[in-house]
């Protein structure tokens, strides 16, 4: 194992096995009619003494029926996190096989390693491992927690991936945000060295632990190589364009001209390392899109492929609405930019905004900017993020290619 990190030590004894005393007993209000992972606190009732935040816990119903066993966290919304609504031991054991048929699905049924060294290893609830993310990046491995349970089996899950990748260098973090709310401290080492990865045969450059959370988005990969079979002989521009994804493909097909706009001198940085790393020249402007747009509008610009994938808009259900309201103003100036019959591709990765609110802003966006819209196709990250069909909120990334008259 390279882990370059000390490892904090991890609870003690909070994995049980089959001969340990019995698991503290969490009751729900109500009879159990979902399967979803997620039991939220208004459904639980207060046991009695309260477990740690993160203890694994056996779930019984209203009836005392049994429904499960999972992570029980008092401090968080979500009370339960079920792993299982079976008897078993969830022990190292569980935790290896629910983390070797997460890889094996990446490697022996997607076959990703013939396209690329980048890609989700873990996807939290579509692997069954709700409030764990993990991201392979050549030979380092990104660590999200999500979960205080899943935090306090750090060790365990650590040596799982080890297991599997022994040269692996690891690194993980925790959102503040996440942190808080779930109630632990997760103590986040130095960052890695940057690293080099491929994918359908380009390389970019991957920094781990700046505040671009993993460093790379893996998840628009499928959604980059199709922008790119748009973009022969055009004049494209990629807003919110980050590490310069979506313009390099675009300039590595055969675009005449590209420009890409990112606020963010830090990852524009980034963008233009990529771009020299490919011989792929790229026009990097650092500005705010909305101002730019305006500007570019005034000065009649125009462009024949435009890509608007920005960051994530809120983590909060309140502020759903003023969210769509930015999405609508800045899809509404990217439309104005667009040539008639011109390909606009715009994306969301905010989850709480559902792919209906996100189409009808398109709809609303276009008639604002007087102008109709063919959508050609509606995608999601890529298969290295599954979603189970009974939890519909891991699928997150909404991508709309639009042909714009």
Not at 46 to 67: H, L, M, N, Q, W
Not at 134 to 160: K, N
Request: net charge neutral.
């Amino acid at each position: 194992m390279r882990d370059l990190y000390a490892t904090a030590p991890a609870d003690a004894a909070i994995l049980p096995h089959m001969n340990t005393p019995a698991l503290p007993l969490v009751r729900l209000k109500t009879e159990r009619r979902s399967n979803h992972p997620w039991i939220f606190q208004k459904m639980v009732e207060k046991p009695d003494p309260k477990p740690k935040p993160g203890s694994i816990v056996d779930i019984e119903d209203r009836t005392g029926a049994f429904v499960g066993r999972g992570f029980y966290n008092g401090h968080s919304r979500i009370a339960l996190r079920v792993l299982t609504p079976h008897n078993e031991a969830v022990d190292q054991a569980f935790f290896e096989r629910r983390i070797v048929h997460a890889i094996g699905l990446r490697l022996d049924v997607l076959k990703l390693d013939q396209i690329t060294d980048a890609y989700r290893l873990i996807h939290s609830e579509g692997d069954d491992l709700s409030g764990l993310v993990v991201d392979r990046f050549a030979d380092t491995l990104i660590i999200e927690y999500f979960s205080a349970g899943m935090w306090r089996i750090r060790d365990q899950i650590r040596r799982a991936l080890v297991a599997q990748f022994p040269e692996a260098k690891l690194y993980w973090f925790a959102e503040e945000h996440v942190a808080k709310q779930e109630s632990f401290d997760c103590s986040t080492p130095d960052p890695p060295a940057p690293t080099q990865i491929i994918e359908h045969g380009l390389k970019f450059k991957v920094a781990p632990g700046l505040k671009h959370k993993t460093g790379f988005f893996a998840d628009q990969r499928d959604n980059r190589r199709s922008l790119g079979s748009f973009s022969p002989g055009k004049r494209v521009l990629d807003l919110c364009c980050n590490s310069g994804g979506f313009a390099i493909y675009a300039k590595a097909a055969g675009a005449d001209e590209v420009i890409a706009i990112d606020l963010d001198e830090e990852v524009l940085e980034i963008a233009q390392a990529n771009a020299k790393l490919n011989r792929t020249p790229v026009k990097f402007k650092q500005a705010d899109i909305f101002h730019w747009l305006r500007d570019a509008a005034i000065n009649r610009e125009q462009f024949d492929v435009v890509v608007l994938d920005p960051a994530k808009m809120t983590r909060d259900r309140e502020q759903v609405i003023p969210a769509l309201k930015k999405y609508l103003d800045m899809n509404k100036l990217a439309m104005g930019v667009t040539k008639p019959g011109g390909i606009l591709l715009t994306c969301s990765c905010t989850g709480l905004v559902s792919e209906e609110q996100f189409l009808d802003m398109i709809r609303r966006a276009a008639f604002y900017a007087n102008r109709s819209v063919q959508i050609l196709d509606v995608r999601g990250a890529g298969a290295d993020h599954p979603w189970l069909a009974h939890v519909p909120e891991s699928r997150y990334l909404k991508a709309v290619f639009c042909r714009v008259m």
